[in-house]
């Protein structure tokens, strides 16, 4: 089983839909927990950390499941904008063998 | 914007030739790192520095290796590169915790993309 694991989609949503992507670990250990934003062909840009209590910045909602062992990703009222491959971030106790990205959930929002 | 600049952006070489990537920063912080990015991989750590002259190996870094002689400049050099080393290359700076800490939250440079013939 792969440490950190995505489902690489595409996810093709209509404008004004809401889509969810999930991120599963296999450390249970791990620690903190991020989502990150890459658009083609650009740079990966921090979206939101994930905390144990779950958080929300706008039409993004975070939330993390220790029971089962995945972090998800809300998106609401789905934006052209938003476009884009959603990377996971898994940190566990261990130094530098213990961040795993994610490969990836590519959403494609359609007009 | 976390001021972060890599240079060059682009760049083909060909194999057994030496390649250095420069990534700049302006705002001081002490942790940054080298991934590459390619397709059906997650981001993987080349190699990341503590502070300058304090380097350390990531999970590839076979071929690579990397300097630090002034807080805002991290090198990347592949001594003799070869066709497998064809990526895109990411830097990143850490902003606090110390490296991998749960406190640690990584910025990424643009990126270089690197073709090796």
Same mark, same amino acid.
């Not at chain 1, 039409?59 to 029971?67: G, S």
């Not at chain 2, 790192?33 to 190699?47: E, N």
């Given at each position: ?6 489902? /690489?989609? /595409? ?8 889509? !969810?992507?999930?991120?599963?670990? $296999?450390?249970? !250990? $791990?620690?903190?927990f ?14 939101? $950390?994930?905390? *144990?209590s ?7 909602? !975070? ?8 972090? *998800? ?9 938003? $476009?884009a491959t ?6 566990? /106790? ?18 | ?14 194999t ?5 990537? +420069? ?6 912080? +002490?942790?940054?790192y080298?991934?590459?990015q ?29 300097? +630090? ?10 001594? &003799?590169?070869? &066709? ?9 700076i ?8 749960? #406190? ?8 270089? +993309?690197? #073709?090796?013939?």
């Amino acid at each position: 089983r792969k440490e950190v694991e995505q489902d /690489p989609g /595409p996810f093709n949503v209509p404008e004004g839909a809401t889509v !969810a992507f999930n991120c599963t670990y $296999s450390n249970s !250990a $791990s620690q903190s927990f991020f989502w990150y934003r890459q658009d083609c062909r650009k740079e990966p840009k921090l979206l939101m $950390s994930v905390y *144990s209590s779950g958080n929300e910045d706008g039409r993004f909602t !975070a939330q993390l499941n220790r029971a089962s062992q995945y972090i *998800s990703l809300l998106i609401r009222d789905s934006k052209l904008s938003d $476009s884009a491959t959603y990377l996971c971030v898994v940190k566990s /106790p261990g130094g530098y063998q213990k961040v795993t990205f994610g490969t990836g959930t590519k959403l494609q929002v359609i007009p | 914007d976390a001021g972060i600049t890599q240079s060059p952006r682009h760049k083909v070489t060909e194999t057994g030739t030496p390649v250095t990537l +420069r990534c700049h920063q302006t705002e001081n912080h +002490r942790y940054m790192y080298w991934y590459r990015q390619d397709p059906g991989h997650g981001l993987r750590l080349i190699h990341y520095s503590y502070g300058v002259k304090d380097t350390d190996k990531g999970e590839v870094s076979d071929g690579y290796s990397v300097s +630090r002689s002034k807080t805002e400049d991290f090198l990347l050099t592949l001594e &003799s590169a070869t &066709s497998s080393q064809t990526s895109v290359y990411f830097c990143a700076i850490g902003t606090s915790g110390g490296p991998f800490t749960s #406190t640690d939250t990584q910025y990424f440079g643009p990126g270089t +993309r690197l #073709t090796v013939l």
